[in-house]
């Protein structure tokens, strides 16, 4: 297959010159960091647990805002059309879809690097978390454009990212405190990304750690594959 | 070799038949136009050309090139204007050609150019989606010619414009058309395609029912052979297109009494009324 690097970096520019300009888009990508920043620094030490807030909106951050983002854009190029003129301009698919998941990983990892000056970190923990969320990020994103290519326009695809979206990333906070649930939603990427999170020093990597995450991914990949083959990008 | 072919091309949606039997060729550097009612099948032709919908009979090729197989490098030959062209709408009309500047890798001194030449120099840093109707469709005009195509399909580039920006985009074809440039163009306008095309195709109910120049389709339809002449006193004269009258056409020359005279020879859209009882724009 031939790849055309300029192709990828024109979509790349070209989505961060939008983002500037669309502010729901650029609110989610600094919503939770911020949030975070506020939690950790008014009520956090309370609590006693100084990391709390940041494991739960990291989380949020690495599921929540990619999945939405990369649906979102999809969704609105499709529906205006012009990811019609992207294709006949000679951008082959998988250039287009590099580029958008490529921009949506940057920026999660940008503004989710501000994590690691509100916490507690060291460089063992802080180069953890920014792999786990990379992976977390990753898997999202490859969800987020199986579901923008699979709807018709920008709406329908938000209303279905949004609460597939909450439910991966908010288990983990939920799981925290009611056990039962944690027993299931330990099968899901956004569970683990949590745990560790939750415990980045005292964490222990488990070879069934390896294959949940892996699993999920692999569902994430087929899931787009399918939407993909059948062609919802090309109409 | 041609531009364009189509050999036997027919197009179903389920059992509805939209295109029957299409055979057309059009040369390099030839300006064609497909005029057509509403729903006539000229959008779905464009589609089938450009590789964007599969055709249920028949072959297409587009500079010798299976239309459904057009790579990134055919692409670059051809630019387009569809009648559901995006813009980037949050994006400046600048930016939205410097994306494409990016894509094709040409200079992007080109932009400047192109914007100038649509008419759009003072609109360069508005965002897109700001821009009036007529202001898009130039916009989107602009993108299609930014990398020199050599093929343009252009789907209805005037409909809903003003005369003025109507005037701008045909002068701006007809300086192309000079240039070389092939136009494969769609219109409900006959005064548009008489104006601007080497070559018509009439497209009803999926079939072309008349093809050719369209002097001649108007010749070959003039079926009156009058001649109108506007007299002085208010009076109009239809005479017969016969030699016998041409003493009288003298005489009133001489007279000094005739103001214009007109052959009744029929403009497209009757060549269109005469072939199937329908009017274009219906
Ligand atoms: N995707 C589709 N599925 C089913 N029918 C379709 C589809 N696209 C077009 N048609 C039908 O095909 C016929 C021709 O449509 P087309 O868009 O080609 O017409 P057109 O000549 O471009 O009309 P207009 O001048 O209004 O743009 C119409 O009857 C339309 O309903
Ligand atoms: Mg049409």
């Not at chain 2, 189509?6 to 509805?16: A, M, Y």
């Not at chain 2, 008419?119 to 010619?145: D, F, H, N, V």
């Not at chain 2, 020199?148 to 409909?159: H, V």
């Not at chain 2, 095309?197 to 003039?222: D, Q, T, V, W």
Request: glycine share 8%.
């Amino acid at each position: 297959m031939k790849v055309s690097v300029s192709h990828i970096g024109a979509i790349f520019v070209k989505q961060c010159k939008d983002v500037f300009k669309n502010t729901q888009v650029l609110v989610l990508f600094v919503i939770y960091p911020i949030v975070a920043a506020i939690m950790t620094t008014s009520v956090g030490g309370q609590l006693g647990q100084m990391d709390f807030f940041i494991s739960i909106f990291a989380t949020m951050h690495a599921v929540f805002t990619p999945v939405v983002v990369t649906a979102s854009v999809i969704s609105e190029e499709k529906e205006k059309n012009t990811l019609r003129v992207l294709i006949m301009s000679g951008v082959r698919p998988f250039e287009y879809l590099t580029g958008i998941g490529g921009f949506v990983f940057f920026c999660t990892m940008l503004t989710g690097s501000s994590y690691l000056a509100m916490g507690s970190f060291n460089m063992g923990t802080g180069a953890g978390f920014l792999l786990c969320m990379g992976i977390g990020c990753i898997c999202s994103i490859v969800l987020g454009l199986a579901i923008g290519g699979f709807a018709d326009n920008l709406m329908s695809a938000n209303a279905l990212a949004v609460p597939v979206s909450m439910v991966i990333s908010f288990l983990p906070m939920i799981a925290y405190f009611n056990k039962a649930i944690g027993r299931v939603s330990k099968y899901i990427y956004g569970q683990q990304i949590g745990n560790y999170m939750q415990n980045p020093s005292g964490y222990n990597l488990t070879v069934e750690i390896i294959s949940i995450v892996a699993v999920n991914f692999l569902l994430c990949l087929v899931a787009f594959i399918f939407v993909f083959r059948h062609n919802r990008i090309e109409n | 070799m041609e531009a364009i072919r189509l050999k036997n091309i027919g197009k179903n949606f389920g059992e509805k038949k939209v295109l029957t039997n299409i055979n057309l060729e059009i040369k390099e550097g030839e300006v064609f136009g497909l005029l057509g009612p509403s729903g006539a099948g000229k959008t779905t032709l464009i589609k089938i050309l450009t590789g964007q919908l599969p055709a249920t009979e028949g072959e297409a090729f587009v500079f010798g090139k299976d239309s459904r197989k057009l790579k990134e490098n055919n692409f670059r030959e051809i630019g387009m204007v569809m009648d559901n062209s995006g813009i980037y709408e949050r994006l400046t009309c600048y930016d939205n050609l410097k994306l494409f500047v990016n894509i094709y890798k040409i200079n992007k001194k080109k932009i400047e150019e192109v914007l100038s030449l649509v008419g759009l120099g003072k609109e360069k840093s508005t965002p897109s989606g700001k821009l009036s109707k007529g202001m898009k469709q130039r916009l989107i005009l602009a993108r299609a010619i930014l990398h020199e195509p050599k093929l343009l399909f252009l789907d209805e580039p005037t409909s809903g414009l003003d005369p003025v920006t109507m005037k701008s985009i045909h002068e701006l074809l007809l300086e192309l058309k000079k240039d070389g440039t092939t136009i494969f163009l769609t219109t409900h306008n006959m005064e548009e395609a008489a104006k601007m095309c080497n070559n018509i195709a009439l497209l009803h109910e999926g079939n072309i029912i008349e093809y050719g120049r369209p002097e001649e389709l108007c010749r070959k339809y003039n079926t009156e052979n009058q001649i109108k002449i506007f007299i002085k006193n208010g009076q109009i004269m239809s005479l017969e297109n016969i030699p016998d009258n041409a003493a009288k056409i003298e005489q009133l020359f001489k007279q000094g009494e005739v103001v214009s005279i007109h052959s009744s020879e029929p403009n497209l859209e009757k060549v269109f009324l005469a072939l199937t009882g329908r009017r274009l724009e219906e």
